[in-house]
Nanobody, 118 residues
Framework: AQLVESGGGLVQPGESLRLSCAASGFTFSSYYMSWVRQAPGKEREGVSCISSSGDSTTYADSVKGRFTISRDNAKNTAFLQMAKVNPEDTAVYYC????????????WGQGTQVTVSS
């Protein structure tokens, strides 16, 4: 199984960014997908989670109303649309596959760096 994130980079406060996660080697449509981030010196934080069908989503309070998780099961890809970013969003963002939101992660991606700075 493999998860490959892309779309990270340097953005200015208030701008938008979309992360993508391409999955292979497992039945993507059978898994919930999650985005987890880790800022320097901090513990990993679950950012968002989406059900296998895409009809249910959850968000951390810190990103609610600014980030949107989605998926395209036909393309085995998950997305995280980030809007109105701020410096506190700076972190390595990991894509993850799991049986259900809140349960242990089954597969991890390698992560993509997002830096928010003017």
């Amino acid at each position: 199984a493999q998860l490959v994130e892309s779309g990270g980079g340097l953005v200015q406060p208030g701008e938008s960014l979309r992360l993508s996660c391409a999955a292979s080697g497992f039945t993507f449509s059978s898994y919930y997908m999650s985005w987890v981030r880790q800022a320097p010196g901090k513990e990993r934080e679950g950012v968002s989670c989406i059900s296998s069908s895409g009809d249910s989503t959850t968000y951390a309070d810190s990103v609610k109303g600014r980030f949107t998780i989605s998926r395209d099961n036909a393309k085995n890809t998950a997305f995280l649309q980030m809007a109105k970013v701020n410096p506190e969003d700076t972190a390595v963002y990991y894509c993850a596959a799991l049986a259900r939101c809140g349960q242990p992660i089954t597969f991890w991606g390698q992560g993509t760096q997002v830096t928010v700075s003017s």
